[in-house]
């Protein structure tokens, strides 16, 4: 079956340190893959995707590229600051899955002054 | 105003007791999802809905029901509520004409059944 594997937490950093969140996949067939992001009493929202195999995705200054090769999709940000405290998951779809997201169980992300 | 509204937004309930949580949006979009987000295991997908008559299984529907009352509500029911049911609850939409893989998220129903 389908499945997201995703670094656990809480990952604690100081504000302008370099962020990696570890994420592996399996699926069968050619996924599509996300990041989304749940501020503390907020819903989900999308921060990025990669649709295709060396495919990178990016905002906010995160970036993950889509490697095929490791079945990985690690998401990276230079710079973080307070404000990216949330949690982050990755999730992946299969093309005519009608959207249906499978979810790694969730990153907390805490960045301290 | 938010585009996906659930209510209600907190809940305290006893085993046994019935429940409906309720999902309406004003995105116009034809897909509706229930997921629960539990601690340590992420999001979970209890059931999804393509339109009015079309309504699905997701992996962990035991215990759960659901209504597609109309194209913009997607209502959860759990009909006799359990302890392990204590979650937070998560309805989300998306595009059929978009195979994006974004869904739009509400704020969450979190459920505590006693």
């Known amino acids: 079956g389908n499945s997201v594997t995703q670094m656990e937490g809480p990952v604690t950093l100081s504000e302008e340190a370099f962020l990696t969140i570890n994420c592996t996949y399996t699926?069968?067939?050619?996924?599509?893959l996300f990041w989304y992001v749940q501020y503390p009493g907020e819903g989900l929202q999308l921060l990025l995707k990669a649709t295709k195999a060396d495919d990178k995705g990016s905002n906010k200054g995160f970036e993950a590229t889509y490697r095929k090769e490791t079945t990985s999709f690690h998401l990276e940000k230079g710079s973080v600051q307070v404000s990216d405290s949330a949690v982050y998951f990755c999730a992946l779809s299969l093309t005519g899955g009608g959207n249906k997201l499978t979810f790694g169980t969730g990153t907390q992300l805490k960045v301290e002054l | 105003d938010a585009d996906v509204t659930q209510t209600p937004r907190n809940r305290i309930t006893k085993t046994g007791k019935r429940i409906m949580l309720e999902c309406s949006q004003t995105?116009?979009?034809?897909?509706m999802y229930w997921y629960r987000q539990d601690p340590g295991l992420g999001l979970r997908l209890i059931y999804y809905?393509?339109?009015?008559?079309?309504?699905n299984k997701g992996e962990i529907s035991d215990g759960y029901s659901v209504s597609r009352q109309a194209q913009a509500k997607f209502s959860l029911s759990l009909e006799s509520a359990i302890p392990n049911q204590t979650a937070l609850y998560f309805c989300?939409?998306?595009?059929?004409?978009?195979?994006?893989?974004?869904?739009?998220f509400g704020e969450g129903s979190r459920l505590t059944v006693l």
């Open positions: 995105k116009g979009h034809d897909r």
């Open positions: 699926a069968t067939g050619y996924p599509s």
């Open positions: 989300a939409t998306s595009d059929r004409l978009l195979e994006t893989g974004e869904l739009f």
């Open positions: 809905s393509f339109d009015v008559k079309d309504i």
